[in-house]
């Protein structure tokens, strides 16, 4: 009987208390809103009262907790129209990297502005709603961290692609420039030669400048054009409890961290559920194995041009494997041994046993979820991050990469690259490695999310994981002040030396005379 009651009452203790967290991601694309609604989702099942600002209405609703909606209408459409629907998407517009840098300055301001101003938004902070944390991605859009400011509240940020140069000041992570590669630098910690650490400098700086010296600007100016008594944004910046990366030493290379940066990565892939039954009877009935083939959500199969389309077609259509290609329209003269469908339930494919390889652009999330099966990858590149992932793929071994743009993207660079990766074992055995290390944590990526939420708000702000370093500026970061006083000190000297050398010489040179003039 006693020990019952200790059991109910140590379990009542156990039992987290329900938070009020405030989600809010404008951003329209569609890998950032999955990453963003997925997180939301995770807590609201771990029993927390969910707000969640975003473009999009969920349509998977969780299962418990408390979960709202505020969809800012508006903001997708408009996204969209400037960036993506008249330009076919593969073929993108190859602007130089200054006028890209500046587009997206222009974009995300747009965005971060049209966020402040939605008038749903000007309703909440009207509200009289309290909350316990506020939770934002990290990607070009420093003024919504207002908002934890105005709700009083621990900032939680979301980095949608692991620890880089856009997250570390936040926190004041070290990110030494001589082996941290910058994001768009490549992997360039398996050759730190002059010219790559040059290069990788060099990213960094500019980098540096463009955030510190156009974005945060600009930032700050739409923070004081609607809230003008609200701090200066270099106060809000750096004002975060804790730092949710989409990362994992599986997925990304080794870095340093200071201890609020948390790896959740893969937190948004669901377990495996069963295939449905037509697909089900298509992959156990195929002895030498399937290769799933998808361009992913936001570019589509149907946009190929008829050239590539064709190709791929002819080299799918040689091949003694069945394929399941995501395709968004008819396709006549395909191959017999090509299935196509609108929509694939790729987790469910990537998990089936016969999966032999997964062609895929290269996009995080299917990048992460190949790993996740250990399904090797052939990576088609187009933009964005995918030629980073692409590159990494064929860098850690379990795959290879053929560039969409590629002058050699063709039917022979395409079957021989195929053939490789259906015959030589060691880049399923990279995949299958690489899948023993997702998996071998001590937590579920969602728990460690969950708990570390909880942490930084049972917590208060959780102040006490932030470094010191965080604060300094960056002359005594860099400890230019020390080596600067060392410096100063050692030109003292000598100058002082030069003066006691130059007296005493001068003096013996007018002794030396004057005994001179007396002999004469
Ligand atoms: C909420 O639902 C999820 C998914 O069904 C389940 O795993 C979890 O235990 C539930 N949590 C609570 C607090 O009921
Ligand atoms: C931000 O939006 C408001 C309201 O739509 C507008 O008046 C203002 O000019 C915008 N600011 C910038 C910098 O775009
Ligand atoms: C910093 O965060 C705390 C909560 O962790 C909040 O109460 C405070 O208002 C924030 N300060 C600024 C300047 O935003
Ligand atoms: C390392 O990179 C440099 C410059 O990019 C290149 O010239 C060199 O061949 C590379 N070395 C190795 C071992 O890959």
Not at 251 to 262: A, F, I, T
């Amino acid at each position: 009987m006693l020990i019952k009651a200790i059991f109910l009452v140590a379990t009542a203790l156990s039992c987290t208390e329900s938070y009020k967290i405030l989600g809010i991601f404008p951003m329209p694309g569609i890998s950032h809103y999955i990453l963003a609604s997925k997180l939301m989702k995770g807590l609201s099942e771990a029993g927390h009262d969910i707000t969640m600002v975003s473009p999009y209405a969920l349509k998977d609703l969780p299962k418990n907790g408390t979960f709202t909606d505020v969809v800012l209408d508006g903001m997708a459409d408009d996204y969209f129209q400037i960036t993506l629907k008249h330009v076919n998407r593969f073929e993108g517009d190859s602007k130089g990297h200054i006028a890209s840098l500046n587009m997206i300055l222009n974009r995300f301001i747009k965005i971060a502005n049209d966020t402040l101003h939605h008038p749903k938004m000007k309703q909440l902070v009207d509200s009289d709603q309290k909350f316990d944390a506020v939770v934002m991605e990290q990607f070009f859009n420093d003024a919504h961290k207002v908002y934890a400011h105005i709700f009083d509240c621990p900032l939680i940020l979301l980095s949608s692609i692991g620890p880089n140069s856009m997250v570390n000041p936040t926190v004041g992570n070290p990110q030494p420039v001589s082996y941290v590669p910058h994001l768009i630098a490549g992997d360039i910690s398996k050759n730190l030669s002059l010219y790559n650490r040059a290069k990788n400098l060099y990213l960094y700086i500019e980098e540096f400048l463009f955030i510190r010296v156009f974005t945060h600007p600009k930032h700050d100016q739409i923070i004081h054009d609607i809230y003008p008594n609200s701090p200066a944004l270099s106060q809000l910046y750096k004002n975060v409890s804790l730092l949710l990366l989409n990362s994992h030493i599986s997925l990304n290379g080794p870095q340093p961290m200071v201890p609020n940066m948390v790896e959740i990565g893969g937190y948004f892939i669901d377990p495996p559920q069963k295939l449905p039954q037509d697909l089900q009877e298509y992959m156990d009935n195929a002895p030498e194995g399937v290769i799933y083939f998808s361009m992913g959500s936001n570019l589509e199969s149907k946009d190929l041009p008829e050239t590539k389309k064709r190709a791929i077609l002819n080299v799918l259509g040689k091949l003694n494997q069945k394929v399941i290609w995501k395709f968004e329209e008819d396709l006549p003269g395909k191959p017999s041994n090509v299935l196509i469908r609108k929509w694939c339930p790729q987790q469910d494919i990537l998990a089936h046993p016969n999966i032999k390889l997964f062609i895929t652009h290269g996009g995080l999330l299917s990048t992460t979820e190949a790993i996740y099966h250990g399904v090797p990858v052939l990576a088609i590149p187009v933009f964005a991050d995918q030629p980073m992932n692409a590159a990494r793929a064929a860098a850690d071994g379990y795959g290879l990469k053929l560039s969409y743009h590629d002058p050699d993207f063709n039917e022979e660079t395409l079957t021989s690259l195929i053939n490789e990766l259906l015959t030589n074992s060691k880049y399923a055995e990279t995949a299958k490695r690489k899948a023993s290390l997702y998996h071998d944590r001590t937590m579920k990526p969602m728990e460690t999310a969950v708990y570390w939420v909880e942490y930084v708000i049972r917590h208060k702000g959780a102040t006490h994981l932030r470094v010191a370093g965080l604060n300094l500026p960056w002359y005594k970061y860099f400890l230019v002040d020390i080596v600067g006083s060392f410096v100063a000190s050692f030109l003292l000297v000598l100058y002082i030396v030069k003066r006691i050398i130059k007296t005493v010489f001068c003096k013996t040179k007018i002794v030396g005379r004057m005994n001179k003039e007396k002999k004469n």
